[in-house]
């Protein structure tokens, strides 16, 4: 029996000492776009971030580090990610040069933080361990926050219906467009309308006088001065 509880002690023990070094336990909060950082060492930070804006989804649960990249560069988002922790197929947290708009969701999933503190982060996994990390993400993105940072990919029509002056300036382009049309159609119908009255008046007469000789009855086939009489002039002349 002694042995029994000699074994459950050592157990337990063995169970607390392992979660007494835990290392490293990173909650974040994605309705209020914060991290919140321990270490089994005693450090405590707590960092504005930016998730996924409206669009793009950040996903939640709890994860391990699978990866950690010093410099790394997407291609896909032409952006650099310095100091990245990656914890699911290509999220991580890594820093960002758009630090203005930490604090709102702004990126395409992945979790940013100010350079300094992507640093501070990815130096506490590499010095704990991967397996001494956890990651949780909670919450959801207040759709409210992400409305200044909808893709900067918007049609110009979207810019253009935003801005008063840039409507107007546009409609002004259309309407000078429509009226310089206007202005050569009705140049070119009076250039047509010339040209025919030209021609009528070159060419009235012999339509009137073409018009009487159609209307003149036709003459006998034996009329003088129709067609010649078959008699040569030595005969008896014409008829």
Same mark, same amino acid.
């Given at each position: 029996?002694?042995?029994? #509880?000699?074994? #459950?002690?050592?157990?337990?023990?063995?169970?607390?000492?392992?979660?007494? *070094?835990?290392?490293?336990? !990173? *909650?974040? =909060?994605? +309705?209020?776009?914060?991290?919140?950082? %321990? %270490?089994?060492?005693?450090?405590?930070?707590?960092?504005?971030?930016?998730?996924?804006?409206?669009?793009?989804?950040?996903? %939640?649960? !709890?994860?391990?580090?699978?990866? #950690?990249?010093?410099?790394?560069?997407?291609?896909?988002? =032409?952006?650099?990610?310095?100091?990245?922790?990656?914890?699911?197929?290509?999220?991580?947290?890594?820093?960002?040069?758009? !630090?203005?708009? #930490?604090?709102?969701?702004?990126?395409?999933?992945?979790?940013?933080?100010?350079? +300094? $503190?992507?640093?501070?982060?990815? +130096?506490?996994?590499?010095?704990?361990?991967?397996?001494?990390?956890?990651?949780?993400?909670?919450?959801?993105?207040? =759709?409210?926050? @992400?409305?200044?940072?909808?893709?900067?990919?918007?049609?110009?029509?979207?810019?253009? &219906?935003?801005?008063?002056? $840039?409507?107007?300036?546009? @409609?002004?382009?259309?309407?000078?467009?429509?009226?310089? &049309?206007?202005?050569?159609? &009705?140049?070119?119908?009076?250039?047509? =309308? *010339?040209? !025919?009255?030209?021609?009528?008046?070159?060419?009235?007469?012999?339509?009137?006088?073409?018009?009487?000789?159609?209307?003149?009855?036709?003459?006998? +086939? $034996?009329?003088?001065?129709? *067609?010649?009489?078959?008699?040569?002039?030595?005969?008896?002349?014409?008829?």
């Amino acid at each position: 029996m002694r042995r029994v #509880l000699g074994c #459950l002690a050592l157990l337990i023990a063995a169970l607390f000492g392992s979660s007494a *070094q835990a290392g490293i336990d !990173v *909650q974040i =909060d994605l +309705a209020a776009q914060r991290m919140q950082v %321990t %270490t089994s060492d005693g450090e405590a930070y707590n960092w504005k971030i930016s998730s996924g804006r409206k669009g793009f989804r950040t996903p %939640t649960g !709890v994860y391990r580090p699978i990866r #950690l990249e010093k410099s790394w560069y997407s291609r896909k988002y =032409d952006g650099a990610m310095p100091h990245s922790v990656f914890f699911h197929g290509g999220y991580a947290i890594h820093g960002t040069t758009s !630090v203005g708009a #930490l604090g709102r969701p702004a990126s395409h999933g992945c979790i940013r933080l100010h350079p +300094a $503190n992507a640093a501070k982060l990815f +130096a506490l996994v590499k010095k704990h361990g991967y397996g001494q990390t956890r990651i949780a993400l909670n919450g959801s993105v207040n =759709d409210s926050l @992400s409305r200044f940072a909808r893709a900067s990919t918007s049609s110009k029509a979207k810019i253009a &219906k935003a801005s008063p002056t $840039n409507s107007r300036i546009a @409609s002004s382009k259309v309407a000078s467009s429509q009226m310089a &049309k206007s202005k050569i159609a &009705k140049a070119q119908q009076r250039y047509h =309308d *010339q040209i !025919v009255v030209q021609e009528r008046q070159r060419y009235g007469g012999w339509e009137a006088a073409r018009g009487q000789i159609l209307l003149r009855p036709s003459l006998p +086939a $034996n009329a003088y001065g129709y *067609q010649p009489y078959y008699n040569y002039p030595s005969r008896g002349g014409w008829r």
